[in-house]
């Protein structure tokens, strides 16, 4: 992409990723928020009960009927929980919640980011709770409204491998601005949606949002939300560069924003289907020295894995590399 069309589609990109996280996006599903006493049982039938509290209330929902991911597909929804807010009146006119017989063995699964409790169910699965704060305001902005800060509690159901992130860093736009790429995959299938809103909520059950966070940047240090942006359509690849920002509509009125590239970057994502949360994490890199033939090596070998990914890309505002 030439220089003017890429400017273009950056200003696209920002209109987009802009509000990517002002509305409740498919999770690998979303129980509760602001949740405290948190617990889990599982039966052999395939039953999960998830105890909580929250103003006040004890609660204790069930789920049931899901586990792993479908491809991405027109030809069928994602795969979803049955759930039951009642826990089991509702659905069985009895309390499963007070009855079931907890058969769930200690997890001895993969590592797991935000985890809270997690179990392996006799047939071999995983069941899981992580626990983490998706509404955070991007640019690295603190929270002005309270569900911004909400600590939301997702529930997983798997078998073997998690989905994975790949991802790279390097330079673009004529080397000036710091930029990530990579790409979602599950199972060794891409990771993506078939619709989604100007501002990047997807419409369907499989598209899914990366959220970046920034470590020790221009915004201060520690861990700030840069940003969150789309996994692409056909390949499950993404891409982002660090520019500065003028404040998002509904936003405080800050100022413009510097850009956030940081120390160290990390990108979290919801699993698909019903799939756990993971995350990446990686270093950042310093300023570009085109006199530097390691700077100048690395950046055409970033280009080329980037260009790779994106190929065939059929996003409103497909990544570019240069």
Same mark, same amino acid.
């Given at each position: 992409?030439?220089?003017?069309?890429?400017?273009?589609?950056?200003?696209?990109?920002?209109a987009?990723?802009?509000?990517?996280?002002?509305?409740?996006?498919p999770?690998?599903?979303?129980v509760?928020?602001?949740?405290?006493?948190?617990?889990?049982?599982?039966?052999?039938?395939?039953?999960?009960?998830?105890?909580?509290?929250?103003?006040?209330?004890?609660?204790?929902?069930?789920?049931?009927?899901?586990?792993?991911?479908r491809?991405?597909?027109?030809?069928?929804?994602?795969?979803?929980f049955?759930?039951?807010?009642?826990?089991?009146?509702?659905?069985?006119?009895?309390?499963?919640?007070?009855?079931?017989?907890?058969?769930?063995?200690?997890?001895?699964?993969?590592?797991?980011?935000?985890?809270?409790?997690?179990?392996?169910?006799?047939?071999?699965?995983?069941?899981?709770?992580?626990?983490?704060?998706?509404?955070?305001?991007?640019?690295?902005?603190?929270?002005?409204?309270?569900?911004?800060?909400?600590?939301?509690?997702?529930?997983?159901?798997?078998?073997?491998?998690?989905?994975?992130?790949?991802?790279?860093?390097?330079?673009?736009?004529?080397?000036?601005?710091?930029?990530?790429?990579?790409?979602?995959?599950?199972?060794?299938?891409?990771?993506? #949606?078939? *619709?989604?809103?100007?501002?990047? @909520? $997807?419409? +369907?059950?499989?598209?899914?949002?990366?959220?970046? &966070?920034?470590? !020790?940047?221009?915004?201060?240090?520690?861990?700030?939300?840069?940003?969150?942006?789309?996994?692409?359509?056909?390949?499950?690849?993404?891409?982002?560069?660090?520019?500065?920002?003028?404040?998002?509509?509904?936003?405080?009125?800050v100022?413009?924003?510097?850009?956030?590239?940081?120390?160290?970057?990390?990108?979290?994502?919801?699993?698909?289907?019903?799939?756990?949360?993971?995350?990446?994490?990686?270093? #950042?890199? *310093?300023?570009?020295?085109?006199g @530097? $033939?390691? +700077?100048?090596?690395?950046?055409?070998?970033?280009? &080329?894995?980037? !260009?790779?990914?994106?190929?065939?890309?059929?996003?409103?505002?497909?990544?570019?590399?240069?």
């Amino acid at each position: 992409m030439g220089g003017s069309a890429f400017r273009v589609g950056v200003a696209a990109a920002f209109a987009v990723m802009a509000l990517a996280t002002a509305a409740p996006a498919p999770a690998s599903y979303l129980v509760a928020r602001n949740a405290a006493n948190i617990g889990l049982k599982v039966d052999a039938a395939g039953h999960a009960v998830v105890y909580y509290t929250r103003g006040g209330k004890r609660l204790k929902p069930l789920f049931w009927g899901a586990v792993n991911a479908r491809p991405p597909t027109l030809e069928a929804p994602q795969v979803a929980f049955k759930k039951d807010y009642s826990g089991g009146w509702g659905t069985f006119r009895k309390p499963l919640w007070k009855t079931i017989r907890d058969t769930c063995l200690p997890y001895d699964g993969p590592p797991l980011p935000y985890l809270v409790v997690a179990c392996k169910a006799p047939d071999g699965s995983y069941w899981a709770l992580q626990r983490w704060q998706r509404m955070l305001p991007n640019l690295g902005i603190d929270p002005w409204k309270p569900g911004q800060s909400a600590w939301e509690l997702h529930l997983s159901h798997w078998t073997g491998e998690l989905p994975k992130l790949e991802v790279w860093v390097d330079w673009v736009y004529s080397k000036k601005f710091h930029h990530l790429f990579g790409r979602y995959t599950y199972q060794g299938r891409p990771v993506h #949606g078939f *619709s989604a809103t100007g501002t990047g @909520n $997807p419409l +369907d059950g499989y598209g899914r949002n990366m959220y970046l &966070d920034t470590y !020790d940047s221009a915004y201060g240090p520690g861990w700030k939300r840069e940003n969150s942006f789309l996994a692409h359509r056909p390949n499950g690849n993404f891409c982002y560069g660090f520019y500065r920002h003028d404040p998002y509509p509904g936003y405080p009125p800050v100022g413009r924003r510097p850009a956030g590239h940081g120390k160290r970057y990390r990108i979290t994502a919801l699993g698909p289907g019903v799939t756990p949360i993971v995350v990446w994490e990686g270093e #950042g890199l *310093s300023d570009y020295n085109r006199g @530097n $033939p390691a +700077d100048v090596d690395y950046e055409r070998q970033m280009n &080329d894995i980037g !260009d790779g990914l994106a190929a065939g890309d059929l996003s409103r505002t497909p990544c570019s590399q240069h």
